[in-house]
């Protein structure tokens, strides 16, 4: 019984020594540049925090579970998913890594090349948590109207959770949890399983889409309103169930006359209100209406509330006040 008691305990040793060299390494690593090119300082910080947390130990190439390197790589390659791209991330090169084919340079020093895989793998997580989580762009650059509303999940705290936990839950932690969300998952997910016509820019409509939504509040309340611009469609949801859905008018496309994009809380509702007609519809539309059929107004609910010079026979009108 000794010898194997005591071959246990060197190995033990052995392996406590491994990550403790590979923990020094680790912070090298992160005195230099962020192994991932590219990343945003905010994102570099939070690396830099998440290994100061656990001392500097490894989370993926010195644990128990050898499967949770591979659960890491999966989620870095699911970054199509939520319609971006893995290469962003470093999906390739931690595969080849994993694969034992990383850079010579990086070989040669089978420690610090650890180590640097590691950090690549979480500055990957984290970089894709953030733009999953919050979007890449940011919403003032297309609309100055917008106001971002999602509240910054907590990532460190969440992917460390992961790492003991489930590695394979760390995205689904911080994305939006919007039904619409998910449902444009899935449209993408067809959409990436048949071939795609050259000039078919569904795929890239479904990832703009993905990236409103994480623009969006968490919280909309069990009672809402939405309304699909694209669609012309209004819908009033309690409870996750639809209990309303109609047509709605929208604005023009450009930017003086489309309909801006925000979300906010709603305290009263007004039904059948006044719409002010304007000129060019009173002169292009109603005007030539009223001339073919006198009764035109008075079907239609629309009220005159000043006269001007169109003429039209027996009555002149110009300003148009209409209930629908």
Not at 2 to 12: G, K, N, Q, T
Not at 203 to 208: E, I, K, N
Not at 259 to 265: A, D, I, L, Q, W
Not at 290 to 302: G, K, Q, V, Y
Request: hydrophobic share 40%.
């Amino acid at each position: 019984m000794w010898p194997v008691v005591l071959v246990s305990v060197f190995a033990i040793g052995a392996c406590v020594d491994r990550t403790a060299q590979i923990g020094l390494s680790i912070q090298e690593t992160l005195k230099a540049a962020p192994v991932v090119a590219a990343v945003d300082e905010d994102v570099w910080a939070e690396v830099n925090r998440f290994y100061k947390e656990r001392d500097h130990a490894p989370a993926w190439v010195q644990s128990e579970d050898a499967s949770k390197i591979t659960q890491a790589l999966r989620v870095l390659q699911s970054a199509d998913d939520h319609g971006f791209a893995a290469s962003d991330y470093g999906a390739n090169e931690v595969a080849r890594a994993i694969d034992g084919h990383g850079d010579s340079e990086e070989s040669t020093d089978e420690t610090v090349a650890l180590a640097q895989l590691d950090v690549r793998i979480t500055t990957g997580l984290l970089a894709l948590g953030h733009d999953v989580a919050l979007g890449r762009s940011q919403p003032k650059n297309i609309d100055p109207r917008w106001k971002k509303r999602r509240p910054v999940p907590d990532f460190v705290g969440l992917l460390a959770r992961a790492v003991e936990d489930d590695p394979s839950t760390w995205l689904a932690s911080v994305q939006p949890q919007h039904p619409e969300y998910a449902a444009l998952q899935k449209s993408l997910a067809t959409l990436r399983a048949h071939p795609i016509a050259e000039g078919d820019d569904r795929r890239q409509r479904l990832a703009m889409n993905l990236e409103r939504w994480r623009w969006m509040p968490d919280d909309i309340g069990t009672r809402h309103v939405i309304v699909n611009i694209p669609a012309f469609r209004l819908a009033v949801r309690e409870s996750e169930r639809a209990v309303l859905d109609m047509k709605v008018v929208v604005g023009e496309k450009d930017a003086e006359h489309r309909t801006p994009v925000f979300s906010g809380e709603m305290a009263t509702v007004v039904f059948s209100p006044y719409w002010n007609v304007p000129d060019s519809i009173v002169e292009g539309e109603t005007a030539p209406a009223i001339a073919r059929d006198p009764s035109f107004l008075e079907r239609n609910n629309i009220e005159i509330l000043r006269r001007s010079l169109y003429a039209l026979g027996r009555r002149d009108v110009a300003g148009c006040n209409g209930r629908q």
